[in-house]
């Protein structure tokens, strides 16, 4: 018995060496904005309440065990010891009051996700820029309504802004996960969807789909690139000025069942934008009157599977 | 007319893959093995008299165990090649589609065809001993809920070299497992499968409520059964709820499949959220239905050899019936991430985090029952011991992960794989081994070797840790489950390795537990008394194996722990004392084999939509049910009184 309690204790400093050592690249425990940082910080509290519980529970378990063990003399053996009221009440209430203390903090961030992340203390309001996101099989496309550009497998934004991303699903599901930045939300083919995120520094965080799609799933990863505002104004003036426009055609082909590189283009046809706006409306809607509408956009969704030829080869070409 | 032939061949038949082929070859040899030793050494009638037309439950029980443990080494055998494909990033071992079809068996196999089976064989074992009753309230509806499992099992295995296997996740969220993105009798399989289980899952907990609410031993009210025997009855009714949903939501996935209708693809206005909440309604009081039995076996197991009354037998009772009904009000939890409102999150987060509070009860009361005990360090009683620091890790990551908040991070990730598996196997699966070496000398009179089975424990469970512990870590480095590659240069290299080796080590103590069962097969210790454990309760009352009728004599009940009571009273003997009476005893019968026949063949048609061979089987199926129906009358026999006399003498029983 002896070694597994060794075994226990072994388990336990490892996860301590984890949690204090080598945080850089555990990305959850590495939050590089304020809502990964909310989140972070509910995570800890809960660690630090459900390994108290743990504690009690092996410390318990660890004295009866070596107490009771059958090699040990047979003092206080009471084979008709079949309870305790005080003792019950005790561990019924405190893990009660356990989670009271984890159920308020939750509550709290719940709500503060919601909306746009604050900003902090002493730093002025930035307006919030929008980006919408779609998830096709099996690449990540950006569009920035206000500046009329489009990417592909990559993003950039400008540091210390919140970013609204709206996301959309073109067929499967998808969802859509920056650990470092916070944590995810689903894209879903009849439901858009809303996730805030904001990066405190310049940077270059990785994100990938964290909900199953099929065969290229394993490549559907991407980049956020945090930029200074001066860079990120850059940068788009740069697509602009250097990039191909998207055609309808190009559009539907990018749909396509495939893994691709990052590209980006300087613009993209507008009624991608009304499409948006239209489902988005509609989510609105739904959302305030709670009748559901059965007219959907087929057109987006009778794509053929004929791109379904894709070799596994090509899922590991496309980063 | 060839090239029609050769091209269906090559749809019919999964090709291409030198594994697939390799299984192809040891099918085909296991199969021909077997009909060469049923012929040779003359087992067909055997087989047929003994095994495949008894309605006795310690037989439907053994061969439940059996399918268990065929099925457990075939999603284990999923288990390692999706570990050997992530054993170093950019492997090329498994291609994307294979993994795909992987670990969506593992998954379905290990919960349907593996922990539910396995679970069932032990309660058709012990809970009609436990209560003092001669079988199940209805035997035959017992042997049909069987042998629709284990038909259902087949076909659904047959898919990896027929067809091809379902790819969408055990899951098969819409509208990834829709006809549109998944073409192919794969997920049909899953549909069609399940289904024909599901039928007998809902038979076998009618079969039980009836069993423990009308055939308990005279004096044994609801407050004095086994806790077993509790678990038994609670996961009945989970299973009576949650049961008809799975129903439904398969046969409208079927429909849209087989019909090309759209209730969870968006086309007409159906929705894929509704599959998520539909699945997720069966699906987590599913999860209870895997583990609320364990937990009884685990009371069980800790107080024989704590050699001590249970601790807390009242508290134990109220938390498991608490919950069995919250297990029905947290299905959210599985997608905090959809698109909920944070008033919708909240509500779920904190029914979740509420589940913990009657979990926790349990754990005390264990531990409480430990206390003052005399602690006999059995193998059984290790699974046992074992259970509880380890599913204490599974159960507090659980509360981690019932912050909706946190759960945006954990969502998906090895993290979430690290903690169900830490709650099924911690629980389940150390559970129902516990169970497999409490009971074993009562199915089969001798008891399993003790020293191979404390090596097969240690391997087991040490591989365990190594395997799952390091999840949650790459988890929160960002990896998310049923990826098939991973890149290089992430720092999620020695992880991974680690946690291969972790899996392998498991697979190792499975081989040293299969080598165990083989050798106390033959070398095991007899077990002559039918109370090897100074057990507390009646199972233990009767001779090892249990005689066909179980008791000659029902026995007498006034307290919990009742063997426990005759023991110090001196009234043991009670249930085999001269002179005896005939017993009333079921009848065996063939239909519900071949019913679940028709049923796969019936199923076998729907998978390729071949209506020519559904709609036979179908008709076989009604044929079966009324032909059972006409039998009503001569369904059951009297074991004559010398007879009993015989079998308990032989049993050294009578001096």
Redo the contacts between chains.
């Keep these: 018995?002896k070694?597994?309690a060794m075994?226990?204790i072994g388990?336990c400093s490892?996860l301590l060496l984890?949690l204090t050592g080598c945080t850089n690249?555990?990305?959850?425990?590495n939050p590089q904005g304020p809502i990964?940082r909310?989140?972070y910080h509910?995570?800890i509290w809960?660690?630090i309440l459900?390994?108290f519980?743990?504690a009690v529970?092996?410390i318990?378990?660890i004295y009866?065990?070596v107490?009771?063990?059958?090699k040990n003399n047979?003092a206080?053996?009471?084979?008709?010891?079949?309870?305790?009221t005080k003792?019950?009440i005790t561990?019924?209430l405190i893990?009660?009051i356990?989670?009271i203390l984890?159920?308020v903090p939750?509550?709290k961030?719940?709500?503060a996700?919601?909306g746009p992340p604050k900003p902090a203390e002493g730093m002025s309001k930035k307006e919030a820029i929008t980006i919408n996101v779609t998830s096709a099989?099996w690449k990540w496309i950006f569009r920035y309504p206000d500046e009329g550009i489009q990417t592909v497998n990559y993003v950039v934004i400008p540091e210390d802004t919140p970013v609204k991303f709206n996301l959309f699903a073109h067929?499967?599901?998808n969802?859509f996960?920056v650990?470092e930045l916070?944590?995810?939300?689903?894209t879903?083919?009849?439901?858009p969807?809303k996730l805030w995120l904001q990066a405190d520094h310049v940077g270059n965080y990785?994100g990938?789909?964290?909900?199953?799609?099929?065969?290229?799933?394993?490549g559907m990863?991407f980049h956020v690139l945090s930029k200074t505002d001066a860079d990120y104004k850059a940068w788009i003036q740069n697509i602009k000025d250097t990039k191909p426009a998207l055609t309808m055609s190009k559009y539907e082909d990018l749909l396509k069942p495939s893994n691709v590189k990052t590209s980006a283009f300087s613009s993209y046809p507008k009624e991608l934008d009304k499409k948006d706006n239209k489902a988005m409306k509609k989510m609105n809607h739904m959302e305030h009157m709670d009748i559901?509408e059965?007219h959907?956009d087929?057109k987006s969704?009778d794509n053929d599977?004929d791109g379904m030829d894709m070799s596994?080869d090509s899922?590991?070409g496309g980063? | 007319m060839i090239e029609n032939i050769k091209s269906f061949l090559g749809s019919f038949f999964v090709t291409g893959d030198p594994m697939i082929y390799g299984a192809d070859a040891s099918i085909a040899l296991a199969s021909i093995g077997i009909v060469f030793y049923l012929t040779y050494f003359k087992k067909w009638k055997w087989l047929w008299d003994e095994w495949l037309t008894t309605v006795d439950h310690k037989k439907i029980g053994i061969m439940y165990i059996i399918a268990a443990i065929l099925m457990l080494f075939r999603g284990g055998v999923d288990a390692l090649l999706m570990r050997a494909q992530l054993i170093i990033p950019?492997n090329?071992f498994l291609?994307?589609?294979h993994y795909?079809e992987i670990f969506t068996t593992h998954g379905t196999i290990m919960i349907f065809f593996m922990a539910m089976p396995f679970i069932f064989g032990l309660m058709n074992i012990a809970v009609p001993l436990q209560i003092g009753a001669r079988d199940v309230a209805f035997p035959f509806l017992n042997a049909v809920s069987f042998w629709l499992f284990f038909l259902a099992a087949m076909l659904f295995n047959i898919s990896f070299v027929i067809g091809g296997s379902p790819d969408?996740?055990w899951t098969s969220?819409a509208?990834?497992a829709g006809l549109?993105?998944?073409?192919g009798v794969g997920e049909n399989y899953y549909l069609i499968a399940l289904q024909i289980s599901g039928i007998g899952t809902l038979a076998t907990g009618v079969n039980f409520l009836v069993t423990i609410f009308k055939m308990r031993a005279p004096g044994m009210t609801l407050f004095k059964m086994p806790m077993f025997t509790w678990s038994t009855l609670v996961t009945s009714i989970i299973v009576i709820f949650a049961f008809p949903v799975l129903t439904i939501a398969l046969a409208l996935m079927s429909i849209d499949r087989l019909f090309g209708a759209h209730f969870f693809t968006?086309?007409?206005?159906g929705?894929?959220?509704m599959w998520a909440n539909l699945f997720w309604i069966w699906g987590h009081p599913e999860v209870y239905i895997v583990l609320i039995p364990v937990l009884g076996i685990f009371s069980e197991v800790i107080s024989t050899f704590?050699?001590?009354?249970?601790?807390?037998?009242?508290?134990m009772v109220w938390s498991m019936i608490a919950i069995s009904v919250l297990s029905f009000t947290t299905w959210l939890h599985h997608?905090f991430?959809?698109?909920n409102?944070?008033m919708v999150?909240?509500f779920f987060?904190?029914s979740t985090?509420?589940i913990?509070?009657p979990t926790?009860?349990k754990?005390?009361?264990w531990?409480?029952t430990?206390?003052?005990?005399?602690?006999?360090?059995t193998t059984a009683m290790l699974w046992a011991?074992?259970f509880?620091?380890n599913f204490?890790?599974g159960g507090?990551?659980g509360?981690?992960l019932s912050?909706?908040?946190?759960?945006?991070?954990?969502?998906?990730?090895y993290f979430l794989i690290a903690h169900f598996h830490n709650v099924l196997i911690a629980g389940t699966v150390f559970g129902v081994f516990a169970g497999l070496h409490y009971w074993w000398p009562k199915m089969f009179g001798h008891i399993l070797n003790e020293r191979l089975g404390k090596w097969a424990f240690?391997v087991f469970m040490?591989s365990y840790?190594i395997c799952f512990?390091p999840m949650y870590?790459i988890g929160?480095?960002?990896m998310?489950?049923?990826?098939?590659?991973?890149?290089s240069g992430?720092?999620w290299e020695p992880l991974n390795l680690i946690i291969t080796l972790g899996a392998f080590g498991m697979g190792v103590g499975f081989l040293i537990m299969v080598w165990m069962i083989v050798y106390s097969a033959k070398y095991g210790k007899r077990d002559t008394t039918g109370d090897p454990w100074n057990g507390r309760t009646l199972e233990w009352a009767t001779s090892s194996p249990a005689p066909e009728y179980n008791f000659a004599h029902i026995p007498q009940v006034e307290t919990v722990d009742a063997f426990a009571h005759m023991k110090e009273k001196g009234t043991a003997d009670s249930i085999y004392k001269a002179p005896f009476q005939a017993i009333h005893m079921p009848n065996d019968s063939g239909i519900p084999f071949i019913l679940s026949v028709f049923f796969f063949i019936a199923g076998f048609g729907l998978v390729f939509e071949w209506y020519w061979m559904a709609i036979p089987g179908a008709i076989g199926i009604v044929v079966c049910m009324i032909l059972r129906s006409f039998k009503d009358h001569d369904d059951h026999h009297h074991i004559p009184a010398e007879e009993v006399e015989q079998t308990e003498r032989a049993a050294g029983r009578l001096s």
């Design positions: 018995m070694k597994l075994k226990l388990a490892l984890f690249k555990i990305a959850v425990l990964a909310q989140q509910l995570i809960s660690v459900t390994a519980i743990f529970v092996l318990i378990f009866v065990l107490k009771f063990g059958r047979h206080g053996y009471d084979p008709n010891n079949h309870g305790n003792l019950e561990w019924t893990p009660v356990i989670c984890l159920a939750t509550v961030t719940l709500f996700l919601d099989d067929s499967s599901m969802s996960w650990p916070g944590g995810q939300q689903y879903m083919p009849d439901m969807m990785l990938r789909s964290a909900n199953f799609s099929g065969r290229g799933f394993a990863q559901p059965n959907m087929l969704q599977m596994d899922t590991k980063k | 950019n090329t291609t994307s589609q795909n969408a996740g969220y509208p990834l549109k993105l998944d073409p968006i086309e007409a206005g929705s894929p959220m704590a050699h001590k009354t249970l601790f807390g037998y009242k508290a997608f991430t959809m698109g409102t944070a999150n909240s987060s904190i985090m509420i913990a509070i926790g009860v754990i005390f009361n531990l409480f430990l206390n003052k005990g005399r602690i006999e360090f011991l074992a509880i620091p204490t890790i507090i990551t509360v981690m912050l909706a908040p946190a759960d945006y991070q954990y969502h998906n990730s240690w040490i840790n512990l870590f929160l480095m960002g998310t489950r049923r990826m098939y590659t991973f890149p992430l720092g």
